[in-house]
């Protein structure tokens, strides 16, 4: 499960150094560039932070790749714990995807709007 790849194209795409992401979310470089290599996990407070500095929702961030999620809170992580952490990040996008949905319908909801005053419009 990896999502090096998109954190790499993502801060190439803006220009970014590893330097300047690993300062924004509080870690090392050595830390960051890890992440970008798909060699530690990823927790959801630094997927939110990810997502904030590049301005998209988690959705989109975790669009097209899994992501390993880890507890950073111990060492040790059991199952009830990834449990929580699962949960939590379903609910999480689960709500942003529906937030997204009534987005859309309501473009769509526009768009024909608009699409019937231009047909009225040539049919007079």
């Known amino acids: 499960m990896v999502i090096g790849n998109k954190l790499r194209r993502l801060r190439i795409e803006k220009g970014y150094s590893q330097e300047y992401l690993a300062d924004v979310l509080a870690i090392s470089q050595k830390t960051y560039s890890n992440m970008e290599n798909d060699k530690s996990s990823i927790t959801i407070d630094t997927l939110k932070k990810i997502a ?49 949905i009534e987005e859309l319908k309501l473009t769509i909801y526009d768009k024909n709007n608009h699409i019937e005053l231009l047909q009225k419009r040539l049919n007079n």
């Open 52 to 100: 904030e500095e590049y301005k998209i929702d988690l959705i989109e961030l975790l669009s097209d790749d899994k992501v390993i999620v880890q507890n950073n809170s111990s060492r040790e992580i059991n199952s009830f714990q990834v449990g929580i952490i699962i949960n939590h990040m379903s609910e999480e996008l689960l709500n942003q995807m529906k937030e997204r």
